[in-house]
Nanobody
């Protein structure tokens, strides 16, 4: 069984930085890609950033120029370095991973429970 666990959220002031981490664990054959989404109250979930196992990255509009995604494939861990945070970045940040398992030989997206990021004075 695969587990996705996020960490690193918290309360910060505008302009500060945070680094989120997400670890995939359990029985798996390969991780194809990992990514971060976010969801604020009353809003739809939106893509923040994705990274493939080959290191190809894609950033959604919220992340461009301020966030950096990176992957430690050996540790099954993806990071999201966020800088110059703004109040509008306040949201629950969720990690997902496309993972090949016995039950999902072509891959399957597994989700974590999320970590809260609050940006406020």
């Amino acid at each position: 069984q695969v587990q996705i666990v996020e960490s690193g959220g918290g309360l910060v002031q505008p302009g500060e930085s945070l680094r989120l981490s997400c670890v995939a664990s359990g029985s798996m054959f390969a991780i194809y890609n990992m990514g971060w989404y976010r969801q604020a109250p009353g809003k739809e979930r939106e893509l923040v950033a994705q990274i493939s196992n080959g290191g190809t990255t894609y950033y959604g509009d919220p992340a461009k120029d301020r966030f950096t995604i990176s992957l430690d494939y050996g540790r099954n861990t993806v990071y999201l370095q966020m800088s110059n945070l703004k109040p509008e970045d306040t949201a629950t940040y969720l990690c997902n991973a496309d993972i090949e398992t016995t039950d999902y030989p072509s891959g399957h997206y597994f989700w974590g429970q999320g970590t809260q990021v609050t940006v406020s004075e």
